[in-house]
């Protein structure tokens, strides 16, 4: 039937569905406000099709937000939009997909690796992608060649080292032990002069604010934390802490995103932010625009803090440790990125 999906209730799940029923019958409009995202569409779609004897078709609502503080989710109740069934049929595609792929995939790990193991139309792929890479590993033919360091020191203290790059202005590379000796030999009591210095200013360009998968990255480089641990604590952050008379506040961004790009407002207020804590110097004249990748669909801004005056300092109390952990890393890593090219002085010495 062209892979036509046919969708049952889940088990357990009826009071769920009845409870909706019912509220949708009280209610003058329904406002669906799932995850902005594939999922989240699809979910709207079926809570759509759930409410439909309820309450007309005209009166359901999509409501789209990318952070959960009271501004954000105002200003979509004022404009709700219709649900989106192009992104209900992507949805639907990739779950298609991951049954085809899948079903034929997943048997085979049962019978050659062990029971319970699943493939899809992501961990194919990636498996592949794997194999190929140990292939080339182990393709691979190592070739020797040896670097050599001078110790050296001048009228003035500290020491230093010196690497043997070039020799008569052309590009050296030294390929045995015994080149190696000949070198050396060469060298001995030789004096050492310093024939050329240059000194140059590098800019070095703010990395852009974090994607997904920048995000799970850099969290594992630095804190250590697994990706699944990222996205849940990613989640808490999102869906909003308790910070004290404030109340609860979403802290951060939708944080399944593959976009570099943010609001004006909040570009605004981390550049009212930069101006007063770090200084005029660390201000751009314009304020910076990322590219995103060519696949990359854009549906979301970067994940950023909801607002870059909530310093990581001054809420640290009201976060677990792990939390405020996550959050300093997202809120450095955007600040940063509406900043000045950093300004560093090189010097190389021949």
């Excluded at 892979?3 to 569905?17: D, L, M, R, T």
């Excluded at 937000?65 to 501004?71: L, V």
């Excluded at 314009?286 to 979301?300: F, G, I, L, R, T």
């Amino acid at each position: 039937k062209d892979f036509e999906p046919h969708y049952i209730q889940i088990k357990g799940k009826a009071k769920v569905v009845n409870e909706l029923k019912s509220a949708a019958k009280k209610a003058d409009r329904v406002l669906i406000a799932t995850d902005p995202d594939r999922e989240g569409e699809a979910i709207a779609a079926h809570v759509a099709e759930v409410v439909s004897k309820s309450v007309k078709p005209e009166a359901v609502f999509r409501v789209l937000f990318n952070e959960i503080t009271k501004k954000a989710i105002l200003q979509a109740i004022e404009q709700p939009g219709k649900i989106d069934a192009n992104k209900v049929d992507a949805q639907q595609a990739r779950r298609i997909l991951d049954r085809l792929v899948g079903y034929q995939i997943s048997p085979i790990l049962w019978k050659k690796v062990r029971r319970g193991l699943s493939a899809g139309r992501v961990q194919s792929v990636a498996v592949r992608l794997i194999c190929e890479r140990e292939d080339e590993i182990r393709a691979f033919k190592p070739e020797e060649f040896w670097s050599l360091t001078a110790l050296l020191e001048g009228t003035v203290p500290p020491q230093f080292e010196a690497k043997l790059l070039k020799k008569d202005e052309e590009k050296l590379r030294v390929k045995n032990n015994d080149e190696v000796k000949q070198i050396l030999a060469a060298l001995e009591n030789k004096p050492y002069v310093v024939t050329r210095v240059e000194k140059k200013e590098r800019r070095r360009n703010p990395v852009p604010p974090f994607t997904t998968s920048k995000l799970q990255q850099e969290a594992g480089r630095k804190l250590g934390f697994t990706a699944k641990r990222i996205m849940g604590i990613a989640q808490s952050l999102y869906e909003g802490v308790e910070l004290g008379a404030e109340g609860a506040v979403g802290l951060i961004t939708y944080m399944r995103t593959d976009a570099t790009r943010v609001s004006k407002e909040s570009q605004d207020e981390a550049r009212e932010l930069i101006a007063s804590k770090y200084g005029k110097d660390y201000l751009p004249a314009e304020p910076p625009v990322y590219k995103s990748s060519k696949n990359a669909q854009e549906a979301h801004e970067a994940i950023r803090p909801t607002s870059s005056l909530r310093e990581p300092d001054a809420i640290k109390q009201y976060l677990e440790i792990d939390q405020y952990k996550l959050y300093k890393l997202i809120w450095n890593r955007f600040v940063a990125s509406q900043m000045e090219p950093a300004r560093l002085k090189a010097t190389t010495i021949d």
